[in-house]
């Protein structure tokens, strides 16, 4: 019988802990599945650094030296408190994608708990937990949580920010309401919209003074507007010396602006309030940077929940004077994007989160009440929470899908960062082995790729070469042992091309492509010329046509089944001045197999282009229509002039006519 009473009791005791501490439990594990989600693979994916993130990055780098500012000016102007907050992380993790996206990342967890405590503060212990789980698992808020901008951390301040104000007024607590001012004040110093959140703090003040007048505590909103005022302060004197940066973005973007409304400021505006309100339920952001492109802010069901939480707030009005506060935030927080053009645009609207989550926290709350059936308490929590559970998987699964989408790829600008870990790999490898080697990079890819800034600091190894692709005044470049010179792809570039150290091998590769946002066609970025001394290489043939051109080894490569590459090793033993083309036929007891035709080096290092000892290594793909068989295949290499198609004569040949070349098979194997 005591042991029976026993266990009965440690059953209670178990039950009624975790009636108590079930809402902890929760909000632990979901914060620590947004902290696996927020960070997982954050140094990789995206795999580029938009230019946006990458002028934060340069901001913080200048305060590092000692720049200091109250509004950084560069790309448009932005606000200071996410450069000051970056600064130490890049200080501590380098020029990195890592360090650029640890901060929004860290944010983007925090937002977690922080949604919860406002949910609780506002409606109680049940939707502040489901609010917290939406949060959790939220295309937008898991997109912000990898996005290295000031808009970002945002939905923080707001959630704590709000959280104050909502305690404070309830309690009384004088020290709440500073914090509710300071925390304000953080959001001015942070982005745009936060600017929207003062007239929704005095519209509801002005509701409680009317509402409210014999209890409403004047104290607290003046110690919160003291410590706002003291706050902004600096910021707001900037602006007055300065108006122009005040409201110079947001001019540019305003539908009010005859750029942007095309002569038609109410239809512009009309169209825009209809696609924020569709951004909703149908249709959102179409940009790969915010969102998945056109994905909503609620998936259907969550819309469902949403609309019918905006009705059931009603209830939480009595008691927590809530729902009116709520819908005022919604509505005067989508201005933002409303005012703007491009809506809905999923970074401007970014002041709508937390407090978006808390009405489909309530309708998710009331289903859960009402789809109990007698007998079956439990079932309306087990349905809701399948729900959830079902929404987090597919938005998880749906979000790494975009994150390694082509979509992504050209919109974070990734071709530059691969352009920047080519230059620092190279770099990278130079300091290693200690060799003399440079880096010379063609001016117009410097400027017009603030990722590049970033990521690889011009000085020692790295040189930016002038507008007419020369050397700076005073620089000297030691490329004993290699250079890596990169240029654009759609100029002559004569000038850079001399700088290549003489005598040396020169490989050419087409490096990343880019597209711009509003293009469906990508084009190359840049050319990158790899020069290295011919230390080690096989020099095991020497067959020479007319103008010294001669081959001095040549690769075999079965790539697949259908294709092979041929790498032929040219040396110039004289300069010969014109443009001629190389071809690589493969043959059967005399039937054609397989052709390639062109200029050396893809025509980016042609035979117009070389100097006396340079070695050029030249590749040519032959799609294949039969496996290829060196047994009884013929490969043959010939030069000629185009367009009138005469073929250079091989010299020190028996036969005085020769003018192509049996390539050996160097032990390329049969395809099986």
Aim: proline share 6%.
């Amino acid at each position: 019988m005591a042991q029976a009473l026993s266990a009965s009791t440690q059953t209670k005791t178990r039950q009624s802990w975790w009636r108590d501490h079930w809402h902890t439990v929760l909000i632990i594990a979901l914060t620590l599945g947004a902290a696996a989600a927020r960070l997982w693979a954050l140094d990789r994916l995206p795999a580029g650094i938009y230019r946006d993130e990458a002028y934060e990055g340069l901001d913080a780098l200048r305060v590092l030296d000692g720049q200091l500012a109250l509004f950084f000016t560069a790309n448009n102007g932005r606000e200071p408190l996410f450069v000051y907050l970056l600064s130490p992380l890049i200080a501590v993790f380098g020029r990195t994608a890592f360090a650029l996206r640890l901060l929004p990342a860290l944010a983007g967890v925090l937002l977690i708990p922080a949604t919860y405590a406002l949910g609780r503060e506002l409606l109680g212990k049940t939707p502040g937990v489901v609010a917290a789980a939406l949060a959790a698992c939220s295309v937008w808020t898991l997109n912000l949580s990898r996005l290295a901008l000031r808009a970002t951390l945002l939905p923080l301040i707001t959630a704590l920010m709000l959280t104050c104000l909502a305690r404070g007024l309830r309690l009384r607590r004088w020290p709440l309401m500073l914090c509710t001012g300071l925390m304000l004040a953080l959001g001015l110093y942070t982005y745009l919209p936060a600017r929207f959140m003062l007239i929704v703090l005095a519209l509801y003040a002005i509701y409680l003074l009317f509402t409210q007048r014999r209890t409403f505590w004047w104290q607290g909103w003046l110690l919160l507007a003291l410590a706002l005022g003291i706050a902004t302060a600096p910021l707001a004197g900037y602006f007055v010396i300065h108006p122009a940066d005040f409201w110079g973005r947001s001019g540019q973007v305003s539908v009010l602006n005859p750029a942007v409304n095309q002569g038609d400021p109410l239809g512009a505006l009309a169209n825009s309030i209809w696609r924020t309100f569709l951004g909703f339920f149908y249709r959102g952001d179409f940009i790969p940077r915010h969102n998945i492109p056109y994905r909503p802010f609620f998936e259907p069901l969550l819309a469902l929940a949403f609309a019918g939480g905006l009705f059931a707030l009603r209830r939480y009005e009595r008691t927590r004077g809530s729902a009116l506060f709520i819908g005022l935030w919604i509505a005067l927080l989508c201005l933002p994007t409303i005012l703007a053009e491009g809506a809905p645009h999923m970074l401007r609207a970014v002041g709508l989160l937390p407090v978006l989550y808390l009405p489909a926290a309530v309708g998710l709350t009331w289903f859960s009440e009402h789809l109990k059936p007698q007998r079956a308490a439990w079932l309306g929590t087990v349905l809701v929470a399948t729900a959830l559970l079902q929404n987090g998987s597919g938005t998880l699964t749906a979000y790494r899908t975009h994150l390694n989408s082509e979509a992504v790829y050209y919109n974070y600008e990734s071709g530059a960062t691969q352009l920047a870990l080519e230059i620092n790999s190279y770099i990278g490898q130079t300091k290693k082995d200690g060799s003399s080697r440079a880096v010379l990079l063609d001016k117009r890819l410097w400027d017009s790729w603030p990722s590049l800034r970033f990521l690889c600091p011009a000085g020692q190894y790295l040189t930016v070469l002038t507008d007419d692709e020369t050397l700076p005044a005073g620089s000297t470049v030691n490329a004993k042992d290699g250079m890596l010179l990169v240029l654009w792809p759609y100029a002559d570039n004569a000038p850079a091309l001399a700088l290549l150290p003489s005598n040396q091998v020169i490989e050419v590769h087409e490096g990343a492509y880019e597209r711009g946002d509003l293009e469906t066609e990508a084009r190359l970025l840049y050319v990158a010329y790899a020069s290295s001394p011919a230390i080690g290489l096989e020099q095991d043939e020497s067959v020479r046509w007319e103008q010294g051109i001669t081959l001095i080894h040549h690769n075999i490569q079965v790539i697949s089944a259908n294709k092979l590459l041929v790498e032929l090793y040219w040396q110039a033993q004289q300069a010969p001045g014109e443009a001629y083309t190389v071809y690589v036929h493969l043959a059967r007891e005399d039937t054609p197999l397989a052709q390639h035709d062109g200029p050396t080096a893809q025509g980016y290092y042609g035979t117009e282009r070389w100097r006396i000892g340079d070695i050029v290594v030249d590749r040519h793909y032959l799609s294949l229509t039969q496996p290829y068989d060196p047994a009884s295949s013929q490969l043959v290499a010939g030069i000629y002039h185009w367009p009138d198609m005469t073929q250079l004569k091989l010299q020190d040949s028996a036969e005085e006519s020769l003018v192509e070349y049996e390539l050996p098979a160097r032990g390329a194997q049969a395809v099986p």
